[in-house]
């Protein structure tokens, strides 16, 4: 089954404003990651955040890790259409058997011009 | 430095034949993933392999295999193709290094995407 869950499903915003994605999971994770996805082609890392951290930066995305709750969040400060694209949360649980990341189902955000 | 490639990129067999993907990656990467990518299942976790070793297997029958070879290049192959097969099938790889900076970030082909008739 999988472990990460974001929501929402879709987003659509207006360019210049912010996106937050949210992502929840259900085990133990070493870190989590966010992806980010155009149609129909491969993922790109965007950021990863350790378990022991609460929130990094980077440019315009921030992430919030909270894991008691098991949960983070994602957010795209002013946006623009070329951020247009799937983006998808990854945990990889703890093993001592290699990698193993499970990715959520994913948000599709549509920034409009 | 070089991305990782997969070929083919698009691929239609019909519901019986084989397939072998093939995936090249970065320089130095010696771990090699493989997830399929459907629209109703989203991303899967195929298998894993570093050092030529398979270290991890999704929940998929064992008509989906693959190996890897000296060099780090991965094959997967699917036996006895089946309708619900066709999805974009991608490759990622990463350094895997323990406690290196970004040891276990992937990074993706554009995938191959396979259609079963």
């Known amino acids: 089954s999988q472990q990460g869950e974001e929501d929402p499903q879709a987003l659509s915003i207006q360019e210049g404003e912010n996106a937050t994605m949210n992502c929840s999971y259900k085990t133990s994770i070493n870190n989590l990651q966010w992806y980010r996805q155009n149609s129909g082609r491969g993922l790109v890392h965007l950021i990863l955040i350790r378990s022991n951290e609460r929130e990094k930066h980077s440019g315009r995305l921030r992430v919030t890790l909270d894991t008691s709750k098991k949960s983070s969040s994602l957010l795209i400060t002013a946006s623009r259409a070329a951020d247009t694209a799937s983006y998808f949360c990854a945990t990889d649980a703890l093993s001592n058997y290699g990698q193993n990341f499970v990715f959520g189902p994913g948000t599709r955000l549509s920034v409009l011009p | 430095k070089a991305g990782v490639t997969q070929t083919p990129r698009y691929l239609i067999k019909t519901r019986g034949q084989q397939v072998t993907l093939s995936c090249s990656p970065i320089s130095g990467h010696r771990s090699v993933s493989w997830y399929q990518q459907t629209p109703g299942q989203g991303l899967q976790f195929l298998f894993e392999y570093f050092s030529e070793t398979q270290r991890n297997k999704g929940n998929f029958p064992g008509r989906f295999s693959g190996r890897q070879f000296s060099n780090s290049r991965s094959e997967m192959n699917v036996s006895t193709l089946e309708l619900g097969d066709s999805a974009l099938y991608l490759c990622?790889?990463?350094?895997?290094?323990?406690?290196?900076?970004?040891?276990?970030?992937?990074?993706f082909g554009a995938g191959s995407r396979l259609t079963v008739l």
């Open positions: 990622a790889s990463s350094p895997n290094l323990q406690g290196a900076e970004g040891a276990n970030v992937l990074t």
